[in-house]
């Protein structure tokens, strides 16, 4: 099942792109976003993770530790434009693509606007339990090993949970 996927309010804006793109020379570098992206598109095809229609937007996969308050970036995935909205379904909502995304979201699922609409209700209850917490960020070892330049996003103290990133993870 294809479902939202809301990062807490702490992680917004701490992701490898926009880190690229905002600090493009002391932290992050753009070159390294530029190959993760072309490496990832070149690998999927540039074919949608979800969909499987033509994808080319590259979209970073934090899987989140509940208990300890650890998001460790696992994977990265291509996905078209629709995807990543019903992936960022919070996001579409609030630069006015909602609607868009929530057919999208029904239409992968093949249910109705109801049930369409009772899944954002639940990632956006889930969303605003995690953003009652300050979330450290940490960077799975094999992309770490792959790519050493995403050391920069990992904040003091995390520790790498994921030896190997989930397959089907949005």
Not at 51 to 61: A, N, Q
Not at 80 to 94: D, I, N, S, T, Y
Not at 113 to 137: F, H, L, Q, S, V
């Amino acid at each position: 099942m294809s479902r939202p996927y809301l990062p807490p309010r702490h992680r917004w804006f701490h992701d490898a792109e926009t880190h690229a793109a905002s600090h493009p020379q002391t932290t992050f570098p753009h070159a390294s976003w530029d190959r993760i992206r072309n490496e990832t598109l070149t690998a999927a095809q540039y074919v949608c993770a979800i969909c499987k229609g033509e994808g080319r937007e590259c979209h970073e996969v934090w899987l989140y530790d509940d208990a300890n308050a650890v998001a460790t970036l696992v994977q990265f995935r291509i996905l078209c434009g629709g995807c990543h909205q019903v992936v960022h379904l919070g996001r579409a909502v609030k630069y006015g693509n909602g609607r868009a995304a929530l057919i999208h979201l029904c239409k992968l699922n093949g249910i109705g606007p109801k049930e369409g609409k009772e899944i954002y209700d639940r990632a956006m209850a889930e969303w605003k339990e995690r953003n009652k917490r300050t979330w450290k960020m940490d960077v799975a070892k094999p992309l770490l090993e792959r790519y050493p330049k995403l050391a920069l996003l990992i904040e003091p103290a995390s520790v790498s949970l994921e030896k190997n990133p989930p397959s089907q993870h949005p």
